[in-house]
């Protein structure tokens, strides 16, 4: 079984920054698209960055060049670095992952638990 794990989340005042990491634990076979969603109270979740393989990136429109979002080769996971944070950038935070478990499957899309952000003074 496959499970994304996530950290570096926390309380940052505004103008700060944060990075979060998250990583797959177990066995599969391959791993491709990676990134960050963000949901707060009241909201439906909304797209924070995507990263491909060969590195294509995409942001969502909130994020005004403020974030970045990374492959971490080396884990097979993917980082999301966060400057120039606003209090309306508070939100649970969670990965993705498009994970192949064997030859024989098509791509699932796994999640992270979710990490908390909060912004504040």
């Known amino acids: 079984q496959v499970h994304l794990v996530e950290s570096g989340g926390g309380l940052v005042q505004p103008g700060g920054s944060l990075k979060l990491s998250c990583a797959p634990s177990?066995?599969?076979?391959?791993?491709?698209?990676r990134g960050w969603y963000r949901q707060s109270p009241g909201k439906e979740r909304e797209l924070v960055a995507g990263?491909?393989?060969?590195?294509?990136?995409n942001y969502g429109s909130s994020i005004e060049g403020r974030f970045t979002v990374s492959l971490d080769n080396a884990n097979n996971g993917v980082y999301l670095h966060m400057t120039a944070l606003k209090p309306e950038d508070t939100a649970v935070y969670y990965c993705?992952?498009?994970?192949?478990?064997?030859?024989?499957?098509?791509?699932?899309?796994?999640w992270g638990q979710g990490t908390q952000v909060t912004v504040s003074s």
């Open positions: 993705y992952s498009d994970i192949q478990l064997t030859e024989w499957d098509a791509d699932d899309r796994y």
């Open positions: 990263i491909s393989l060969d590195g294509w990136t």
């Open positions: 177990g066995t599969f076979f391959a791993i491709g698209d």
